[in-house]
């Protein structure tokens, strides 16, 4: 569990994104680690009528100490110039790092700047965010599953409709626990597996008191980071959701929510066909593309404000119920 502290640190590095102006010159130079994604860009690109010629405008893309602060990645548009900070790039996942080099080259080859928008669901509305962050709002963008599409049309044209997900939602009365299969009344370090058979409806449900920590969280799926989900509820009324697919952490953070009670909240993780529906206080907050992990181990994990992982910690579970849904 300790990598969670990474990529937490990892990600506000990450995306404090910044640019800058400087000499002109046309050569190409990418780093043998960034032609995939060069090319996966390309590949983007012509599948939207556009094509670029390198050759003609120069391109480069080296790995290096950006000589920027707390920037992952630097752009210089005179020259079509991408520095990318080496310490982030190693403890991306590969979402991570396509997002990365499409907000660069956004940047360095569509002459994109900032474009700090909000979907109607809340969520970022383009990967082109950048600084200034508003305080209240965390960097994340789920750029996975179905939504990644709109982020690399948006990217591409940033006059892009929203996208028809934001409409996603799910009554929380919806949907009825049939059956049963695990009932843990309290529990103040809990580490369950039970086996779910995820091809059906279900959901997980559980009262996370804090006990006076200031993160909260709870963890599902397999056995290691890699291959789990977590989500993360502050005393600041932050709620955090990401899975270990994605190394570079979050793939929503919410802030502010007044949804949260700032001790004990009743938390629902509903599986409802492909989709991941997630409840807060029996209302609904978020959905996620379903993801199968290996795995179906419960646990929880608290953290300090600093989003630093709490080793010895008193927080307590409680009415934690698995069952399958009607
Ligand atoms: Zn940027």
């Not at 790039?89 to 990365?100: I, M, T």
């Not at 001790?263 to 907050?285: H, V």
Request: charged content about 25%; overall charge negative; some cysteine.
């Amino acid at each position: 569990m300790k990598q969670i502290l990474v990529f937490i640190s990892a990600l506000s590095l990450s995306l404090i994104m910044s640019c800058s102006a400087d000499e002109p010159e046309s050569n190409i130079e990418v780093s043998p680690e960034f032609r995939p994604f060069v090319r996966s860009f390309e590949a983007e690109a012509a599948k939207r009528g556009i094509a670029f010629d390198f050759e003609e405008t120069g391109l480069e893309i080296l790995l290096g100490p950006t000589r920027v602060d707390n920037a992952a990645g630097v752009c210089r548009f005179s020259d079509r110039s991408i520095e990318i900070e080496v310490t982030v790039w190693d403890n991306l996942s590969e979402a991570g790092r396509e997002q990365l080099i499409f907000h660069e080259l956004g940047h360095c080859v569509l002459d994109r700047r900032h474009r700090n928008v909000i979907l109607p669901n809340n969520e970022w509305g383009s990967i082109m965010r950048g600084s200034p962050i508003p305080e209240d709002r965390g960097v994340a963008v789920n750029y996975s599953g179905q939504r990644k599409e709109y982020y690399i049309n948006e990217l591409f044209d940033e006059t892009t409709p929203f996208p028809d997900w934001t409409s996603i939602s799910r009554n929380y009365d919806e949907d009825q626990p049939i059956d049963t299969i695990l009932t843990v009344e309290e529990s103040a370090e809990l580490n369950e597996t039970k086996f779910i058979d995820v091809g059906r409806h279900f959901q997980i449900e559980f009262d996370l008191d804090n006990n006076g920590l200031a993160r909260a969280g709870f963890t599902w799926g397999g056995q290691n980071l890699n291959n789990s989900m977590h989500i993360l509820v502050s005393q600041a009324k932050s709620f955090q959701y990401s899975t270990g697919f994605s190394n570079d952490g979050l793939l929503l953070n919410f802030e502010e929510l007044d949804l949260l009670n700032p001790i004990s909240n009743k938390l629902t993780i509903r599986k409802i066909d492909d989709l991941y529906y997630f409840f807060i206080n029996e209302e609904f907050i978020y959905w996620a593309d379903f993801v199968n992990f290996s795995g179906t181990n419960m646990t929880t994990f608290a953290a300090n404000s600093a989003g630093r992982l709490e080793d010895n910690y008193d927080l307590l579970i409680r009415n934690l119920k698995i069952s399958y849904l009607n």
